[in-house]
């Protein structure tokens, strides 16, 4: 038997990085969850290989953002699927990360 996809969810809101995990986790994905730019990468470099999808928000906790993990995630394992959330809609988003508009609805991630 094939083992789940694994994502890793960075989100300095508990109650949202909660929503995001458990919904991937209905999805039937392993989650790995973090609230800092510095830890996510420091995960990234220890298990990116395993990795299937990274969902950020921009704005995270320590000196960060979720556009420095995602670069740094995408420079590591260009085929990794990343997918960018924030408020805000005045970011330079690289070509080969998915942006997500918040609010939006869980589906939305699969969508991304």
Known sequence: MPLPPVALV???????????SDFLKDENMDVIQCESAEAAELIIARVGAELSLLVTDFRLAGEGTGLDVACFAKERFPHLRVILMSGENSLQIPADVR??????HPGDLLDA
């Open 10 to 20: 960075v989100e300095d809101d508990e109650l949202q990085r909660e929503i995001l």
């Open 99 to 104: 942006f997500l508009q918040k609010p939006f």
